[in-house]
């Protein structure tokens, strides 16, 4: 079992910056790919950002290519997304995931409890 916790979601203005963490307790954190999944309102969950265990590979949704950044360390069990010139749209809960297999929504084996993020015109 591992268990997802995610802190540093907020009200942020257009333009701003804020840095989500997600820390790890459990079973072996660098096992798993990890991954943040965003949903606003009346909206499906979607992918933003991925990462593979060993911090090599990244996967980036076009709409925020160059804004986000995720990155991980596994001896802190933490993973962590740095969201630069964030805009309205980026306006959603922004929730952990992590898998053994693929960031597919099908594949997610922990989720963690989400955290709002807030960005205001």
């Known amino acids: 079992q591992v268990q997802l916790v995610e802190s540093g979601g907020g009200l942020v203005q257009a333009g701003g910056s804020l840095r989500l963490s997600c820390a790890a307790s459990?079973?072996?954190?660098?096992?798993?790919?990890m991954g943040w999944f965003r949903q606003a309102p009346g909206k499906e969950r979607e992918l933003v950002v991925g990462?593979?265990?060993?911090?090599?590979?990244?996967y980036y949704a076009d709409s925020v290519k160059g804004r986000l950044t995720i990155s991980r360390d596994n001896a802190k069990n933490t993973v962590f997304l740095q969201m630069n010139s964030l805009k309205p749209e980026d306006t959603a809960v922004y929730y952990c995931?992590?898998?053994?297999?693929?960031?597919?929504?099908?594949?997610?084996?922990?989720w963690g409890q989400g955290t709002q993020v807030t960005v205001s015109s």
């Open positions: 990462i593979d265990w060993r911090g090599a590979r990244t």
């Open positions: 459990g079973r072996t954190f660098s096992n798993y790919y």
């Open positions: 995931a992590a898998s053994v297999q693929s960031l597919s929504a099908r594949n997610i084996n922990y």
